[in-house]
Structures are given as structure tokens and as C-alpha cells.
């Protein structure tokens, strides 16, 4: 089993919808969370990092973390053709290396 | 340029044959990080340097793959003897956080595609 769980989709939605998108892991040990975000051919780049159990949001952007079921979640509003990108979850331990565990990746279609 | 930068950006090569992946980090970054991305998988860790030392090399698959940043700066990551399985695509981070997480994320490169036939 994988330290990270992601459904890789692929997930297609039309254009303003809300999509949610979600991942599970397994440690208790790990306390950071990060939403990174994957055009085709291109390095992840991050969009959101959090610490704490709830909600941070970033424009149309909110992450969502609940610690005690080990859920976290990226949630996109009003979602455009230019979110049309593979979504990564990862997570890192607070003591030790800083290597990140990312989950599969979700990919999302965005249709106009 | 501001990014992380990597080269080339795709590389094939004959099984058997050695290879080498630069990264130049992002200026004055003491921590750089490896990855290799599978397709349609998440990257996963082979390896971290912080500055010249490499501190963490749990992640690489076998021997064959060797990293050095002998200045602190420029990384290389070399496979000798390359395999089919090696096929994927390797990314490079850096951060200027030293140790432990720091709140400081990481920046990834576009990544070198490497294929292996």
C-alpha cells in the first residue's frame, strides 16, 4: 500500500463547475501537505501548502486538511480550461529530509 | 534565468549505455532534491544534497544510479548501465531551507525525459 493514495481520473468536468479533488495517507508522521500542480511536459508547481487541520484558501483555490481521518482535499471554484492539468497531493515529515511523498496525481480536463 | 534548470530536456539512449542529467538550482538554494516520475505516477524521491553533502540516498533504485554536487551548486545525476525499466522522467528541486522541512517548498525543473530503448 501506498504511503499516499490519489485517484488518478481522469476527471472531466465542464467549464465553472466546482471539482473536488482528494487524497489519503497513511503515516501520522507526516504534517506538511501540499497541492502541486502539473501541466503536460512540465515540472509540478506548487500551489498551496498547509500545516493545520481546515481550510486555506488562495483565491479559487481552497485545500482542506483533516488530520484525524487523514484526509486532505483541493477544492477548485469557477474552474477554467487553463486548470486542465495533472493535480498532485504530497506530503513531507516535519523531523528529518525534506523528500516529499506525492500521491498518483488526478488528471483534469476542463471543458469549455 | 530565475527556475530550476535542466538539461537536456530528452535523452535517448541504447540499453547499457551510461547517461548523465545536469540541474542548475535555483541561485544560492542549499538544498537540491532528485525525483523520478514514472509515467502517469508521482514523482518519487531517489535523492537530497545539502549544499556538497549528500545526506539522503534512500530513494535510489540501484547502483547503477550515482548523484554528486561536488560545489554546492550544479547537480548530476548519472545511471551506468542503463536499463528499460530506467525509462521515465527526472526532476530536480531546490529550496533554500537546510534539514528539516522549514516551511520553505520546494521548486521543481521542467525535468529530462529519458528514454531507453
Known amino acids: 500500500q501506498k504511503e499516499v493514495e490519489q485517484d488518478p481520473g481522469p476527471l472531466s468536468v465542464p467549464e465553472g463547475a466546482i471539482v473536488s479533488l482528494n487524497c489519503t495517507y497513511s503515516?501520522?508522521?507526516?504534517?506538511?501537505f501540499m497541492w502541486y500542480r502539473q501541466y503536460s511536459r512540465k515540472g509540478p508547481e506548487l500551489l498551496m501548502y498547509?500545516?493545520?487541520?481546515g481550510n486555506k484558501e488562495d483565491g479559487r483555490f481552497t485545500a482542506q486538511v483533516d488530520k484525524s481521518s487523514k484526509y486532505i482535499s483541493l477544492f477548485i471554484r469557477d474552474s477554467q480550461p487553463s486548470d486542465s492539468a495533472t493535480y498532485l497531493c504530497?506530503?513531507?515529515?516535519?523531523?528529518?529530509?525534506?523528500?516529499?511523498?506525492f500521491g498518483q496525481g488526478t488528471r483534469l480536463t476542463i471543458n469549455p | 534565468g530565475a527556475g530550476v534548470s535542466q538539461s537536456p530536456r530528452y535523452k535517448v539512449a541504447k540499453r547499457g549505455q551510461d547517461v548523465a542529467l545536469r540541474c542548475d538550482p535555483i541561485?544560492?538554494?542549499?538544498?537540491l532534491f532528485w525525483y523520478q516520475q514514472a509515467l502517469g505516477q508521482g514523482p518519487e524521491f531517489l535523492t537530497y544534497?545539502?549544499?556538497?553533502?549528500?545526506?539522503?540516498k534512500s530513494g535510489l533504485p540501484s547502483d547503477r544510479f550515482f548523484a554528486e554536487r561536488p560545489e554546492g551548486s550544479v547537480s548530476t545525476l548519472k545511471i551506468q548501465r542503463t536499463q528499460q525499466e530506467d525509462s521515465a522522467v527526472y526532476l530536480c528541486?531546490?529550496?533554500?531551507?537546510?534539514?528539516?522541512?522549514?516551511?520553505?517548498?520546494?521548486?521543481f525543473g521542467d525535468g529530462t525525459r529519458l528514454s531507453i530503448l
Open positions: 504530497a506530503t513531507v515529515r516535519i523531523q528529518g529530509a525534506q523528500k516529499l511523498v
Open positions: 503515516n501520522s508522521a507526516f504534517q506538511y
Open positions: 498547509t500545516y493545520s487541520s
Open positions: 541561485s544560492g538554494h542549499v538544498s
Open positions: 544534497f545539502q549544499n556538497e553533502a549528500q545526506l539522503d
Open positions: 528541486a531546490s529550496n533554500g531551507a537546510r534539514g528539516q522541512w522549514g516551511n520553505q517548498p520546494q521548486h
